[in-house]
């Protein structure tokens, strides 16, 4: 089964969401089994697991050989390799940052969202500087405003907005927060 277009994309997702076909296929994974082995790894009888293993086998996941299921690694190696990528880092997000630290930007980010947060106090430190960048210098924001302006990143946008304070990039009092470091994008 390829897993090129959309369509081949959604019937290899189809097939994989049925958790007993899962299962099969985790446990042919690890060595190959038989029908009655695989019943009795998943407490299930003979007949449900030859309706579970079928549509693996035709969709070329899996193949019998003598009486036992093994994974064909080669298949599932391909179908994944065509399965798409990460969305790249929106380009909007390298404004007003250095070029070395597009990198990054570029990891951290799948579109304009925030998909991981970084371990790294350096790398923590240019995704914050860039998250800063998307509040006005002078301007007083209501923590409301702090919050609709993240939730575009993360929905976690408390942490975020705690790091852009505790790293002095913001800054808040009386109910209003307002931009205290970073840079100005030119």
């Given at each position: ?174 109910g209003e ?7 100005i994008a030119?």
């Open positions: 089964m390829g897993a090129g277009t959309d369509e081949e994309r959604s019937d290899l997702l189809r097939l994989l969401l049925n958790p007993r076909r899962l299962a099969v296929l985790g446990l042919v994974a690890t060595r190959p089994r038989s029908a009655d082995e695989l019943a009795g790894d998943l407490g299930v009888r003979r007949q449900q697991v030859l309706r579970a293993v079928a549509p693996l086998v035709t969709a070329g996941l899996v193949r019998r050989r003598g009486d036992r299921y093994e994974l064909v690694e080669d298949a599932v190696v391909a179908a994944a390799r065509e399965l798409p990528g990460p969305e790249p880092a929106d380009p909007y997000l390298f404004r007003g940052m250095l070029p070395e630290e597009h990198e990054v930007i570029a990891r951290f980010f799948e579109g304009r969202r925030l998909v991981e947060w970084p371990m790294t106090l350096s790398k923590r430190l240019v995704v914050l500087e860039r998250l800063a960048l998307e509040f006005e210098p002078g301007r007083r924001y209501a923590e409301a405003e702090v919050n609709d302006v993240l939730r575009v990143f993360s929905d976690d946008y408390t942490t975020l907005r705690r790091a852009l304070i505790d790293e002095g990039l913001l800054d808040r009092a009386g927060y307002w931009r205290s470091g970073g840079r030119g």
